[in-house]
């Protein structure tokens, strides 16, 4: 499953925030309904970059095709969305439609009274999507379906600075013994290999789990979610942990991995300070807004030659859209999904380089930059969800997290690190 490595320019950093409202259409159908009634409350976490943009002209376009709604839309940065959305569904005054990233979030807030059953709507849809499977797993909860599922984010991809390699005779690696001989270069170089910002964990994560599909396969850590007799503490996730470590250990990683964020990381391999870069397909994206003045590359996350799982990879429906049980204008917000299911609107998300799970979208309206990690998604045998979504709360934002983090700076060792992940999941399951 090898991607031809796609070139392009690379953009600096969007900080262009969502504007905090959309108002579109102020006449009322019929004439006869109040106008609060006909306000759609939108949550949603695309403050920046192509998302941003490709979110406002949906809205914008859905405002101007009809009379009958207007919509409100709030967009919370990243770190906080969900600790807002949280609080918000579980509140007095829900949005109507919110976004969120689906599977145990999905189980949690419908297990919790808090979301609309959606199986109707989604039966009426369902024909239009493809990675079914995945798309239904995302919004399930006891045989019903509680939210719309809208885009897929590939995790098994690293960038790297083509120019950077090029001049110290670097290949773009396909295998992990490649890779880390040319990080192994670039450090002789006095280059960094590797831009990671790990402070807030799941960066670091990433790197975990790009491992673990290699080391375990996806069948094996749906054991340990599922409960059916493997655990976190078995061999091939403890090596895993000890690969990570190892990238640590051997000083591919900047001085600041563990208490550098994100965007710092974003800025380190923006700026030519450093050869590669693992982050989602989001990114893929992003960089087609503002290049800057240096060739880049997206090859596979490179895979170990021993490794016995070559045709699975991370990656998961990260957008999803639920109302709220308490939404004042459920009519409303299901007229907002049904234009954001439209051709149109999907093509607009598909141009913006992000991965629309409605059939032909990406196909027909992809970038071509994009196209080569779309085309490993659907040849993948296997693909699995970031494990903050799969998990509980305190085993994957919290144990996954902080342990992540802990790892890449040295602060707990490999076997630790599965033994806390393991025990914060035992204890969940205790309740």
């Known amino acids: 499953m090898r991607l031809r490595a796609s070139h392009r320019r690379i953009l600096s950093i969007s900080t262009a925030l969502a504007a905090g409202a959309f108002l579109a259409g102020c006449g009322l159908a019929g004439g006869g309904s109040d106008a609060e009634n006909d306000e759609v409350v939108f949550w949603h976490a695309f403050t920046a970059g192509a998302e941003s943009g490709a979110i406002k002209s949906i809205l914008d376009d859905f405002g101007e095709g009809q009379e009958t709604y207007t919509v409100k839309d709030r967009g919370i940065g990243n770190e906080e969305h969900f600790t807002v959305v949280r ?54 909860y006891e045989g019903k379906i509680y939210c719309i599922p809208y885009t897929f984010h590939s995790g098994f991809q690293i960038y790297y600075n083509a120019e950077l390699l090029g001049k110290e005779g670097i290949e773009p690696p396909e295998t992990f013994e490649e890779f880390t001989a040319a990080a192994d270069a670039l450090d002789s ?17 990433h790197w975990w789990m790009n491992f673990i599909v290699q080391r375990c396969g996806v069948a094996q850590v749906y054991d340990v979610i599922d409960d059916n007799g493997a655990k976190f503490t078995d061999e091939c996730f403890l090596q895993a942990a000890e ?79 639920g109302i709220s049980a308490k939404a004042k204008n459920p009519d409303g917000a299901k007229a907002v999904l049904d234009h954001m299911l ?67 700076a040295g602060r707990m060792t490999p076997q630790e690190f599965v033994e806390s992940i393991q025990a914060a999941l035992d204890k969940a399951r205790q309740g």
């Open 87 to 140: 609080t918000g569904l579980a509140g007095s005054s829900p949005p109507d439609l919110v976004h969120y990233e689906g599977y145990q979030q999905t189980r949690d807030f419908a297990e919790a009274g808090q979301l609309l059953d959606l199986t109707d709507f989604w039966e009426k849809h369902e024909d239009k999507f493809i990675l079914k499977e995945s798309a239904e797993r995302a919004c399930t």
């Open 189 to 205: 170089a006095g280059i960094t290999p590797v831009s990671i910002g790990a402070k807030d964990g799941w960066p670091a994560e």
């Open 243 to 321: 690969d990570l470590a190892g990238l640590a250990e051997a000083g591919y990683f900047p001085q600041g991995a563990s208490s550098d964020d994100y965007g710092a990381a974003l800025s380190v391999f923006a700026s030519q300070k450093a050869g590669f870069m693992q982050t989602g397909s989001w990114y893929a994206a992003e960089l087609l807004d503002a290049p800057t003045d240096f060739e880049y590359g997206i090859a596979p996350f490179p895979r170990f030659e021993d490794a016995e799982n070559t045709g699975d990879i991370t990656g998961a429906v990260t957008h999803v859209f």
């Open 342 to 408: 439209t051709e149109k609107s999907t093509a607009t998300w598909a141009s913006a380089g992000l991965f629309s799970l409605v059939e032909g979208a990406v196909e027909e309206n992809g970038p071509e930059e994009v196209m080569p990690v779309w085309d490993a998604v659907l040849q993948a045998d296997a693909s699995l969800p970031w494990l903050e979504n799969e998990l509980p709360p305190g085993v994957g934002e919290d144990a996954i997290y902080n342990g992540s983090a802990a790892l890449v």
